[in-house]
Nanobody, 120 residues
Framework: QVQVVESGGGLVQPGGSLRHACAAS????????MGWYRQAPGNDRELVAI???????NYADSVKDRFTISRDDAKKTLYLQMNSLKPEDTARYYC??????????????WGQGTQVTVSS
């Protein structure tokens, strides 16, 4: 199957920066998209940013000009650079990978999530 492992996250003061990484591995034939989502307590999970294999990248309005995603296809790794963090960015961040497996089935695979807390 496909494994998605995230790293990064932590506690940071307002205005600070953090960097996440998300590595996909396993029975991957191709990756269609990789993206970051977040969920704060009491809220629905929301899209933060997503990158498709076609090269397009979309960001939530709330993070535009502050967050940047980048992708290393050779390593099957997605990065999320978060700058100018605000308390409202506090949430658990999840990586999602839409991939076709070697069995030629396409599914979404999720990481376990990493906590980001922005507080002074």
């Amino acid at each position: 199957q496909v494994q998605v492992v995230e790293s990064g996250g932590g506690l940071v003061q307002p205005g600070g920066s953090l960097r996440h990484a998300c590595a996909a591995s396993g029975s991957i034939f191709s990756i269609k998209s990789m993206g970051w989502y977040r969920q704060a307590p009491g809220n629905d999970r929301e899209l933060v940013a997503i990158n498709t294999s076609g090269g397009s990248t979309n960001y939530a309005d709330s993070v535009k000009d502050r967050f940047t995603i980048s992708r290393d296809d050779a390593k099957k790794t997605l990065y999320l650079q978060m700058n100018s963090l605000k308390p409202e960015d506090t949430a658990r961040y999840y990586c999602s990978v839409v991939a076709t497996t070697t069995a030629r089935s396409t599914s979404s695979f999720w990481g376990q999530g990493t906590q980001v807390t922005v507080s002074s």
